[in-house]
Protein backbone atom coordinates (compact mmCIF):
# COMPACT_ATOMS: atom_id res chain seq x y z
CA UNK A 1 0.00 0.00 0.00
CA UNK A 2 3.40 2.39 0.35
CA UNK A 3 3.69 5.00 -2.25
CA UNK A 4 7.69 4.60 -0.94
CA UNK A 5 8.14 1.24 -3.15
CA UNK A 6 8.27 1.17 -6.60
CA UNK A 7 6.74 -1.99 -7.12
CA UNK A 8 3.62 -1.49 -4.80
CA UNK A 9 0.20 -2.28 -5.77
CA UNK A 10 -0.36 1.42 -5.00
CA UNK A 11 2.45 2.56 -7.38
CA UNK A 12 1.27 0.52 -10.09
CA UNK A 13 -1.97 1.82 -10.24
CA UNK A 14 -0.63 5.57 -10.06
CA UNK A 15 1.26 4.73 -12.60
CA UNK A 16 -1.20 3.66 -14.45
CA UNK A 17 -3.79 6.38 -14.45
CA UNK A 18 -5.19 7.84 -17.23
CA UNK A 19 -4.01 4.89 -19.19
CA UNK A 20 -5.06 1.43 -18.21
CA UNK A 21 -7.07 -0.95 -14.79
CA UNK A 22 -4.53 -1.95 -12.50
CA UNK A 23 -5.48 -5.18 -10.61
CA UNK A 24 -4.89 -4.79 -6.74
CA UNK A 25 -4.88 -8.16 -3.77
CA UNK A 26 -8.75 -7.99 -2.46
CA UNK A 27 -7.20 -5.72 0.69
CA UNK A 28 -6.13 -3.29 -1.41
CA UNK A 29 -9.17 -2.89 -2.96
CA UNK A 30 -11.37 -3.06 0.17
CA UNK A 31 -9.26 -0.17 1.31
CA UNK A 32 -9.71 1.71 -1.55
CA UNK A 33 -13.49 1.95 -1.87
CA UNK A 34 -13.57 2.27 1.98
CA UNK A 35 -11.57 5.52 1.25
CA UNK A 36 -14.32 6.34 -1.43
CA UNK A 37 -16.77 5.97 1.08
CA UNK A 38 -15.35 8.21 2.95
CA UNK A 39 -14.59 10.45 0.52
CA UNK A 40 -18.56 10.53 -0.44
CA UNK A 41 -19.64 10.76 3.48
CA UNK A 42 -17.24 13.93 4.06
CA UNK A 43 -17.97 15.61 0.48
CA UNK A 44 -14.25 15.29 -0.73
CA UNK A 45 -12.55 16.45 2.60
CA UNK A 46 -11.16 13.40 3.50
CA UNK A 47 -9.54 12.43 -0.09
CA UNK A 48 -6.91 9.60 -1.43
CA UNK A 49 -6.66 11.25 -4.53
CA UNK A 50 -4.34 13.82 -2.89
CA UNK A 51 -1.48 11.78 -4.04
CA UNK A 52 -0.92 14.34 -7.17
CA UNK A 53 0.02 17.31 -4.68
CA UNK A 54 3.08 15.07 -2.28
CA UNK A 55 5.45 14.81 -4.82
CA UNK A 56 5.84 18.52 -5.81
CA UNK A 57 3.77 20.60 -3.11
CA UNK A 58 3.70 17.90 0.46
CA UNK A 59 7.32 17.12 0.57
CA UNK A 60 8.98 20.37 2.36
CA UNK A 61 12.09 19.01 3.45
CA UNK A 62 15.53 19.76 3.34
CA UNK A 63 15.98 19.40 -0.47
CA UNK A 64 13.36 21.99 -0.80
CA UNK A 65 14.40 25.34 -1.62
CA UNK A 66 12.00 27.05 -3.15
CA UNK A 67 7.92 27.25 -3.04
CA UNK A 68 6.25 25.68 -6.16
CA UNK A 69 4.93 27.97 -9.38
CA UNK A 70 1.50 28.59 -9.17
CA UNK A 71 0.34 26.53 -12.30
CA UNK A 72 2.39 23.28 -11.02
CA UNK A 73 -0.31 23.80 -7.91
CA UNK A 74 -2.80 24.26 -9.95
CA UNK A 75 -2.38 21.42 -12.31
CA UNK A 76 -1.66 19.05 -9.22
CA UNK A 77 -4.76 20.40 -7.45
CA UNK A 78 -7.52 19.75 -10.52
CA UNK A 79 -6.51 15.80 -10.14
CA UNK A 80 -7.46 15.79 -6.22
CA UNK A 81 -11.30 14.29 -6.81
CA UNK A 82 -12.13 10.83 -5.37
CA UNK A 83 -14.98 10.64 -8.11
CA UNK A 84 -12.24 9.84 -10.85
CA UNK A 85 -11.32 6.44 -9.23
CA UNK A 86 -13.04 3.76 -11.10
CA UNK A 87 -13.92 0.25 -9.29
CA UNK A 88 -14.94 -2.84 -10.88
CA UNK A 89 -15.47 -5.36 -7.85
CA UNK A 90 -15.90 -8.01 -10.52
CA UNK A 91 -12.20 -8.05 -11.70
CA UNK A 92 -10.29 -6.38 -8.60
CA UNK A 93 -9.64 -3.75 -11.00
CA UNK A 94 -8.95 -0.08 -10.04
CA UNK A 95 -8.86 2.94 -12.99
CA UNK A 96 -7.25 6.63 -11.93
CA UNK A 97 -9.48 8.17 -14.99
CA UNK A 98 -6.81 11.30 -15.32
CA UNK A 99 -3.32 10.78 -16.30
CA UNK A 100 -1.11 12.66 -13.44
CA UNK A 101 -3.43 11.43 -10.50
CA UNK A 102 -1.98 9.49 -7.89
CA UNK A 103 -3.58 7.82 -4.67
CA UNK A 104 -2.14 7.77 -1.40
CA UNK A 105 -3.18 5.76 2.06
CA UNK A 106 -1.37 8.61 4.57
CA UNK A 107 -4.91 9.70 5.90
CA UNK A 108 -5.98 6.37 6.31
CA UNK A 109 -3.28 3.46 6.10
CA UNK A 110 -2.11 4.19 9.86
CA UNK A 111 -5.55 3.18 11.31
CA UNK A 112 -6.30 0.63 8.77
CA UNK A 113 -3.05 -1.30 9.86
CA UNK A 114 -3.67 -0.64 13.59
CA UNK A 115 -6.96 -1.80 13.66
CA UNK A 116 -5.62 -4.84 11.35
CA UNK A 117 -2.80 -5.90 14.23
CA UNK A 118 -5.64 -5.62 16.84
Known amino acids: MTTFSDDSQ ?28 ISAL ?11 IDTCLWNFDTKMTSLPHVEDVENAVRLINYKNVCLDSESGMVFLKEK ?5 FGGIGKGYAADRAK
Open 42 to 52: TQGAFDITYGS
Open 10 to 37: TNRVNGKAGIEPVYVDPEVFDLIQRSLK
Open 100 to 104: GMRIG
